[in-house]
């Protein structure tokens, strides 16, 4: 399959007896089997590499709402974030041949968002640096309360406070808590992301839960004391 | 590894479980049971599961859902415009475009030939200062120091900076912008390029050092209230970040600003030569030779910068060093003594191997 998939690429860079590539082509895409939705990333990243315009497609589609989201949370305007995303969708189908494989898509993607949308910004503005990156901690809007087994005067009044004990962190450590706890990335990976080391994104997220959790705290024990 | 659910102790914990997080984010019918089993055999832990529910609706803040689906499908348009585009260039390359190709590898083949004569002739000088390990698809180069001991990195313009242990830093691959940025986490001794037209930063969570060419360390860990500059030779600027005052504060050798992090204010103090608990050995070495045996030179940068450096002890027995290298980066102290010494150096890592003939 190697050796088919060497042939491949030589296909593609000269394609000099069309009607053999078309043959081998066919064969790689049966060895590879038929990528669909269930197929993993690791597999369709290889396709990709490899020529198929699908298997990026496949890898745009599973994508695209986590790294809208996530360029969106920079506050740098929806048609900005778009295009980034589809420049970088561009530039990984036209480089296709210099990619490596990599052990995380979903990691190199938001790597290159990241890094993309803070190009933006330096474009913008000739200082901008990390600290420039905002983070956006906009208020959770209708969320069904009876749906997650809670009361909706309970919850509404809970997100309230958690709301803004939020706003109060600094901007980086929200940014590794959603990327921990909305995205499930790993420490490892927020580091490599964020450019930091790992202790400091350990202490983002421990820091910042620790404080959201004294205040809330110590708004519980002055409602104790006032009703 | 989800802890068993009698586990689930405080939100921390909710927040840790991957099936909590799970429920919360898609709210599945077959989820439901679980939780809503879970709250009649804990009805104890309501609260926590409610503040937990609370805290992560909060990080999640607000779902982007409408549109997405869309975007998506444009993107894949344009996708399978892009490949067919690519498909119909795939052709056979015409005779006179390849001719065109061979004149133009005949000729990068032939600059190359010469240019690597050239280099030959000049000595292997430049060898070092490329070698630092580059990550692809990034402009930008991550150092860390895991190590117990300090570590020299090389920077692409020659300054050369002592990492402390635990500190990281990360800097441009080229540096070719108007300013050269490095940004560090931790403790770092900085030995800069002059180079007026380039202004060099040293960026950190609490401060930024601004320099044209000196040496000085800068000391802020991210997580600590403290940071620290302290100045061994020339001038820099510091200016804390989220200061108002623009005025930069300006330190001379031998001082030394605090900076403390107080009600979200910071307060700095100077202080003049005294040295204190922090200072490091390089900060105080001279780098002062007269007539000193290379080998003695090489033992004091060797124990400095935390390298290990290669020569041939006999041959180069009668060589010595007279100079004053006190704020020259690494590479141009090796360099200003391979000079003296008509010897050339190349560098791999943290080793350096001198050779030369040997002094009369």
């Given at each position: 399959m190697i050796i088919l998939i060497n042939f491949r690429e030589r296909c593609q860079v000269h394609n000099r007896i069309p009607r053999l590539c078309q043959l081998i082509k066919h064969c790689v895409f049966k060895l590879l089997g038929n990528l669909d939705r269930t197929t993993d990333d690791s597999a369709l990243w290889l396709a990709y590499r490899n020529g198929d315009n699908e298997a990026l497609g496949m890898i745009a589609e599973r994508y695209y709402g986590a790294l809208r989201r996530y360029g969106m949370k920079f506050l740098v305007g929806e048609s900005i974030v778009e295009d980034c995303i589809q420049d970088l969708f561009l530039d990984l189908w036209q480089n296709r041949e210099r990619i490596s494989q990599t052990p995380s898509v979903k990691f190199y993607l938001f790597k290159a968002i990241r890094h993309s949308i803070l190009g933006h910004l330096r474009y913008q503005q000739?200082?901008?640096?990390?600290?420039?990156?905002d983070w956006d901690t906009s208020f959770p809007d209708n969320f069904n309360a009876e749906s997650l087994l809670i009361e909706q005067e309970t919850l509404n009044g809970l997100v309230a406070q958690m709301h803004a004990h939020m706003e109060a962190l600094p901007k980086r450590e929200r940014e590794a808590l959603y990327l921990r706890y909305y995205e499930n990335m790993s420490v490892a990976e927020i580091s490599g992301l964020m450019g930091v080391n790992r202790q400091s994104v350990s202490n983002f997220l421990q820091k910042g839960i620790t404080r959201i959790r004294a205040k809330w705290f110590v708004t519980m024990v002055l409602n104790l004391f006032f009703f | 590894m989800d802890r068993p659910?009698?586990?689930?102790?405080?939100p921390e914990d909710f927040l840790q479980n991957d099936r909590f997080r799970h429920w919360v984010r898609h709210r599945l019918p077959e989820d439901r049971a679980f939780w809503e089993d879970f709250l009649n055999t804990y009805p104890e832990k309501r609260p926590i599961y409610e503040k937990a529910v609370a805290m992560l609706l909060a990080i999640f803040g607000k779902e982007q859902a409408a549109e997405a689906g869309e975007g998506a499908g444009r993107l894949r348009e344009m996708l399978n415009t892009a490949a067919n585009r690519t498909e119909d260039r795939n052709e056979p390359l015409p005779l006179w475009r390849w001719l065109r190709w061979s004149a133009a590898a005949v000729l990068v083949i032939g600059l190359g030939f010469w240019w690597s004569r050239g280099g030959r002739e000049a000595g292997t000088i430049a060898d070092g200062v490329a070698q630092a390990d580059q990550p692809v698809q990034s402009k930008w180069i991550v150092r860390e120091n895991q190590s117990q001991t300090v570590m020299l990195v090389n920077l692409p313009d020659g300054s050369s900076v002592l990492l402390s242990k635990g500190s990281s830093i990360r800097f441009g691959?080229?540096?070719?912008?108007?300013e050269r940025d490095v940004f560090l986490d931790g403790e770092g001794f900085f030995e800069v390029v002059k180079n007026p037209a380039k202004p060099f930063l040293v960026h950190t969570d609490k401060l930024t050092t601004r320099v044209l060419g000196t040496s000085f360390r800068v000391k802020s860990f991210p997580g600590h209230a403290e940071a620290e500059v302290a100045v061994k030779t020339g001038k820099v600027a510091v200016v804390a970040d989220g200061?108002?005052?623009?005025e930069p504060l300006m330190l001379y050798p031998n001082q030394r600003v605090s900076l403390i992090r107080k009600n979200d204010k910071f307060i700095s103090s100077v202080t003049g030569p005294a040295r204190n608990e922090?200072?490091?050995?390089i900060e105080t070495e001279s780098f002062d030779f007269e007539f000193t045996p290379v080998s003695e030179a090489f033992k004091i940068l060797e124990t400095h910068y935390a390298v290990k450096i290669h020569f041939d002890p006999e041959r180069m027995n009668n060589c010595t060093v007279t100079a004053?290298?006190?704020?020259?980066p690494f590479l141009e102290k090796v360099r200003l003594i391979c000079l003296a010494t008509e010897a050339s150096f190349v560098v791999n890592g943290d080793e350096v191997t001198i050779s030369g003939a040997g002094c009369p």
């Open positions: 000739r200082f901008a640096n990390e600290e420039s990156l | 659910d009698y586990d689930l102790n405080t691959k080229e540096m070719n912008d108007p200061s108002d005052a623009a922090t200072t490091t050995p004053s290298l006190k704020d020259e």
